[in-house]
């Protein structure tokens, strides 16, 4: 079965840094691009990442552009984001889906800016 | 790019809905349309993909399709149930960028 989970959620102030994971299984990862997206509490669906199968292309939303950063370990079937400058606004369930039918999805992990 | 959905529809049990998803800048035929559904304290599922294909387990009484001349996707739900009721999102993507439309929360009556 193929399987996302997302973890390295936490409280953060604002200003700090944070790095989530997602681990793949039931797929080879080497063989997809895959995608960050969140959800802030009560709101949309928001894409904010994308990263091709050897790193060599890698997308931001203009939303944490210069802030985040992903990055990928296919030999450990694992992707990650890096937050840095973290707002109150950055306050969401963060998931990593896969290309291109941005599918499946994990149960996320929530990450809450707040002082 | 962006897309447009209704925030919200209504409908009652066994009857049909259908959610629009208008794409504003480019063609909507241009790039396939998702729809995902998720419900209360979920997350998303994939309910239809490249436009108007099921993934194994969507009942058809979920359908996707495309219109040009109105650039826009819609998602029909037939024979509604309760269960039903969450929130829909379509998503398409140009050029390494995804889009989500802000969502339409469907209740069922």
């Known amino acids: 079965e193929v399987q996302l989970e997302e973890s390295g959620g936490g409280l953060v102030q604002p200003g700090g840094s944070l790095r989530l994971s997602c681990a793949a299984s039931?797929?080879?990862?080497?063989?997809?691009?895959m995608h960050w997206a969140r959800q802030a509490p009560g709101k949309g669906l928001e894409w904010i990442s994308y990263?091709?199968?050897?790193?060599?292309?890698?997308n931001y939303a203009d939303s944490v552009k210069g802030r985040f950063s992903v990055s990928r370990d296919n030999a450990k079937n694992s992707l990650y984001l890096q937050m840095n400058s973290l707002r109150v606004e950055d306050t969401a369930v963060y998931y990593c889906?896969?290309?291109?039918?941005?599918?499946?999805w994990g149960q996320g992990t929530l990450v809450t800016v707040s002082s | 790019f962006t897309l447009t959905q209704p925030p919200s529809v209504s409908e009652s049990p066994g009857k049909t809905v259908t959610i629009s998803c208008t794409r504003f800048g480019g063609s909507i035929a241009s790039k396939f349309v998702q729809w995902f559904q998720q419900r209360p304290g979920a997350p998303p599922t994939t309910l239809i993909y490249e436009n108007d294909q099921r993934p194994s387990g969507v009942p058809g009484r979920f359908a996707g399709s495309v219109d040009s001349s109105s650039n826009s996707a819609s998602l029909t739900i037939s024979g509604l149930r309760t269960e039903d009721e969450a929130d829909y999102y379509c998503?398409?993507?140009?050029?390494?960028?995804?889009?989500f439309g802000g969502g339409t929360r469907l209740t069922v009556l």
């Open positions: 990263i091709n199968p050897d790193s060599s292309s890698i």
């Open positions: 889906v896969r290309d291109p039918w941005l599918d499946p």
């Open positions: 039931g797929f080879t990862l080497s063989s997809y691009s």
């Open positions: 998503q398409s993507h140009d050029n390494l960028i995804q889009v």
